[in-house]
C-alpha cells in the first residue's frame, strides 16, 4: 500500500538512498551525504512522494516520487526505489502503477517521464515497446563505478493520448484505484 511521506520515514529513505546494494541506482548515485543535507533535498523539485508499505505489517519497503512537474506542458518525472529484499519486488510494481494512476487522475498531464542510467535500463526491459517508449537517449550522461553511462529518457503517456496499449492496465477504465488502500 502507498502512504503519505513523513518525517518518520528519514532514516528509512536514507538507508535506501546510501545503501551500497541499490544507492547508486538512485538520486544520489552512490553518493553520501549528511543526514542532515539528505533531509532539506526531500523535496527540491517533488511534486508527489509517498512511501511503499507492506500491508500485513506496515514495513516502509519503497519510495515513489513525481519530481520536475511541468503543469503547462503537462508531464513529469517519476522516481522508485525499493527495498534490495527480492521478495519485494512486486510491491514496488505494484505500488509504482497505482502511483502512476494517482498521477494521471489527480494532475492534466500528457505523459510521465523516468530518467535511467543504462546500468538500471534491464529493469525497464519488459515494459519497453509495451507501455514505455524511448524517447532520448542521451550519451554518456552519468559517470559512475569508473566509466560513463548513457541515460534513457522513458516516457509513458496518458491513456487514451496514444492508445490503451500504452497504459499499464490499471490505469484503464473509468474507476482509477485509490492511492491509499488497506
Known amino acids: 500500500m502507498l502512504v503519505p511521506f513523513h ?7 536514507y538507508s535506501l538512498a546510501t545503501d551500497p546494494a541499490i544507492g547508486f541506482r538512485w538520486r544520489l548515485r552512490g553518493g553520501v ?3 542532515e543535507s539528505f533531509e532539506a533535498s526531500l523535496w527540491q523539485a517533488v511534486l508527489c512522494q509517498l512511501i511503499i508499505e507492506t500491508k500485513s505489517n506496515q514495513q516502509p519497503v519503497g519510495h515513489v516520487v513525481a519530481y520536475n512537474p511541468n503543469h503547462n506542458s503537462g508531464h513529469c518525472a517519476v ?12 510491491l514496488g510494481l505494484d505500488g509504482l502503477q497505482v502511483f502512476l494512476g494517482h498521477l494521471f487522475s489527480v494532475y492534466s498531464f500528457r505523459k510521465i517521464y523516468f530518467e535511467v542510467p543504462s546500468y538500471n ?27 560513463y553511462w548513457d541515460t534513457y529518457v522513458l516516457s509513458l503517456w496518458r491513456p487514451g493520448v496514444r492508445g490503451p496499449e500504452n ?8 474507476g482509477m484505484p485509490p492511492v491509499w488502500h488497506g
Open 33 to 35: 551525504p549528511s543526514i
Open 79 to 90: 522516481a522508485i526505489i525499493m527495498d534490495a529484499n527480492p521478495s519485494y519486488k512486486s
Open 7 to 13: 518525517r518518520r520515514h528519514i532514516a528509512f529513505l
Open 167 to 174: 497504459s499499464p492496465r490499471v490505469l484503464l477504465g473509468t
Open 121 to 147: 535500463i534491464g529493469q525497464f526491459r519488459s515494459a519497453l515497446g509495451r507501455y514505455l517508449t524511448v524517447e532520448a537517449q542521451l550519451k554518456e550522461h552519468d559517470y559512475f563505478a569508473g566509466q
